[in-house]
């Protein structure tokens, strides 16, 4: 069984690490809500508990992260208290470690999101309580991994043997420098597809991965001869960039599709901007609000093997 | 029964529709904590399910409505959390759709308030999880007449034949436009009292709708002329002009009080600022702040309409 | 049997009321979660009722009191939720009554921290449930002094007896001011040591209390001569200065602790900046991460003394 105290990064998790978590993930998910027509007993596993949701409001806005690790908390009958850097004793002059003693403190789990890369593992080392990377800056989002990889298995029943292309900013975005190395663990070599300037940074690439550096305007014909089983599309960071972002664009609409093989699926972590075509949303290879949905479960299995509640 | 997803505008619902959930709501008031003298055992009808609270905080500001839903799905044993466009991926670019499709994958059921009065009928058709109006814009305020249609069935037991005076302003005040509407369900028109420059819309002006124009300077004289059973009385909005609302500005209180029937009472949606005097306050026909409590029982009842739980 | 309805100062507690407090707090504390290493199970003592955290962010920053209050709520079983003056209908003109009065209607117990010394006692005059104040201006902390006997009483068995140093600010620290009065219930007359311009105030001078003014670079042979068992630091309240605080500043380090006796403790109510040196965190006698911890178990009590609850 998986050992450690944090979730931190993805690395600490073994293949088979990451195949009970998603066993446990598929038995929780009848009691997630993600599926609207059917109606469920609530769990009270985590009954009294209590998450801190640290997060940066303003730096590191965020949907997806911030409403599903509620909401698998509230589904597992625990607690949720938001803390806030700017309104707390931090502006008195409070160090980082001293403000997380006294919230570990206050909690079960702590569910840390901030642009500094570090502050994660500062505030782990600081916790009495299991600290979980909810995304660091442009570094990692292991949390996003193990859902994304949920959903492929979900969709093809396995990992191994799937093409997985990585495309779009590949540079600052997060989430495919923690699903290449998590595809890896089952012996999946990603291929990047990005353009000059926004490839894969040196300490994300893995043994096999692959890339190829194209104007983003032929996205279509570099995924139609790459024929990949899953298009997992980022979004271009414009956030995290300090100049114009524009010439990165590109979009995946039905022409796209059509190149693709018949059962290939689309995956995004989401937010999407242009890069995905409205137009593409009814075909059911685009399966990037189903991924989305499935954060829910996933993070309820998380909160199980952290808080050491078994659920058979 | 009831048949809507969701609950969007007074007109969505039928005269029996009304009755159906004031019955409801009266089953569920002694659960509903508003009395303070009265212990009672929580209800778990909404145990392990998640309301989404879409508020916009600086514009549309909120005591009583951000309050009671929360209040009200705490009472059946339910979970929030609070959603902010301004620190969502909303900053990033995504669209309402989007995040509303990710939101209600995240819940059981979205409140939401804004300015634009659109804003919820695009959230509602985006999301798989019903929404609630809670006030859009200037338009429409539906929960609140539904509360305000209680408050006066518990204090005359019935709303036929009632004469009802709605004074101040109607023009920017949803909460009468809501009203109006609901009461022509059973066969009350609703009489406006207003100054030159607030009337009624014309979009929420009912058939047997009548409307005085009045100096509000004369306030108590129209109102004992029309010997109305309700005075249902709004706030100037002054947040929503664009230059000085001042001479609209008007007063009920003791001496206005003097010219009503003796069974009449003062409603008011508040926040009230100077339109009802303290004076008033201990009368017992000021019914304004047992008004605003019935706002928890009244969205419990909505709460188990939407969410399909029955309570006998 | 303390039979206030509201806790707004240390005064309104015998000191049979706080020994009957400290009781119930320790019978509590297995269930607190404060204690990492133990497993247990909830508590739904508050289950299905309401806390109101009334706290002024920006003006009135917290983490552990903001932190700790719903804890206990939560670990009691009940819930929680925010009221922010900024994004209330306060912001349109209504008065601290009327929204205290609204308020009550959705609460079972409102925590309110305010810069305003006086804002309390209006809000527990217009509240029909209890209030607690969590800090109020410069003035008290009456809860903060509630765990801070419990940490003392933890410590040692008994407050009688002790010889108590309070250290620093205690012109501003209003944790002292309500600690000073507590102590004297148990006939404990507490010695200031500060600054010159930074004595206790008059008003929260007891009979028996002494005071050395010193230069702080003098705290070691202070506290030698002194020989406490407790020494209780504070910060230096920069927030509350017009001026530099600066030279004002001191430090507890290794140093000060070898003059002082071995059983002798180091109480702080945190945060801390720089009079409480990293290198006394390791020491036995430096607990006041203990102590910040005990203001779950204690908040719990409180709420189950507000909200009458019995618990053996």
Not at 8 to 20: G, K, P
Not at 75 to 85: A, M
Request: proline share 4%; aromatic share 8%.
């Amino acid at each position: 069984m998986w050992d450690r105290k944090h979730l931190l990064d993805i690395e600490a998790f073994s293949r088979t690490d990451i195949e009970n978590l998603i066993a446990l993930a598929k038995r929780l998910e009848p009691f997630s809500g993600i599926d609207k027509s059917k109606k469920f007993k609530p769990l009270g596993l985590c009954s009294g508990q209590i998450m801190t949701l640290w997060f940066e409001p303003g730096k590191e806005n965020s949907t997806r992260t911030f409403g599903s690790f509620p909401a698998a908390m509230m589904r597992l009958g625990g607690n949720c208290k938001v803390f806030d850097e700017a309104t707390s004793s931090m502006t008195k002059g409070e160090s980082l470690e001293d403000t997380t003693r006294i919230l570990s403190g206050h909690s079960d789990v702590i569910v840390d999101r901030h642009h500094d890369a570090d502050h994660v593992y500062t505030v782990a080392s600081a916790s009495s309580v299991p600290v979980i990377n909810a995304g660091n800056g442009s570094a990692q989002h292991p949390t996003q991994t193990l859902l994304d990889i949920y959903t492929m298995v979900k969709k093809f029943g396995r990992i191994e043997g799937l093409k997985v292309a990585v495309v779009g900013d590949l540079k600052y975005g997060r989430t495919v420098h923690s699903l290449v190395k998590g595809l890896e663990k089952f012996g999946v070599h990603a291929t990047g597809i990005c353009p000059q300037g926004l490839e894969m940074p040196g300490e994300f690439r893995t043994a096999g991965y692959e890339e190829r550096i194209i104007d983003m305007n032929d996205i279509g014909r570099a995924l139609s001869e790459l024929k990949p089983d899953v298009v997992y599309a980022t979004r271009i960071q414009a956030e995290r960039f300090s100049g114009n972002s524009g010439t990165y664009d590109y979009i995946i609409d039905k022409a796209v599709l059509s190149g693709l093989p018949k059962n290939a699926v689309i995956m995004h972590p989401l937010p999407r901007i242009s890069e995905l075509s409205r137009e593409i949303d009814a075909d059911e290879r685009s399966i990037y609000f189903h991924q989305a949905d499935n954060g829910v479960p996933v993070r309820m299995a998380i909160l199980c093997l952290l808080l050491d509640h078994e659920f058979e």
